[in-house]
């Protein structure tokens, strides 16, 4: 599913990789952000993704995008998953999943797992694109995700 309709982004304060709590309002005040949701550190469709963003760090990094990877995994999962992959990245920490519910990120077809989505937020806190992928084997490519920050620049969305 692939939205473009603005709307607020949920807020969130949770901890990194690092323990260290990080919140929308400290990301936005470093421009738009691309919210990661996936279903865990280590497997295989996961570990593709992130790495080909983490791949194409330069070029987010050029667009003037942030990214942040969000699961339910434990602080310390992710600390070894970042650490095994050097994600630039931060990977947080969304315990009781109550972020993924409130952007719509989880799976109704896996029992309320964590599901495989991309929310780009605009610096004042909207949301003005989605995409939540349809089954938990494919995700949102890295020159796709990269195509849709530039179409939003060029229309001064973000």
Known sequence: MTQTQSR??????????????????????????????????FTPTCTKQLCSYRDAGDEFRDLGIQIVGMSND??????KFATHYKFEFPLLCDSDKSVAKAYGATSKWMFGAVTRANFIVDRQGQIVFEHIDATPISHQKQDDLADVVRRLRQEKRI
């Open 8 to 41: 607020p982004a949920p807020q969130f304060s949770l901890p990194d990789q690092d323990g260290k709590t990080r919140t929308l309002a400290e990301f936005l005040k470093n421009g738009p952000l691309v919210v990661v949701f996936y279903p865990g550190d």
């Open 74 to 79: 434990s602080v310390e999962k992710h600390k």
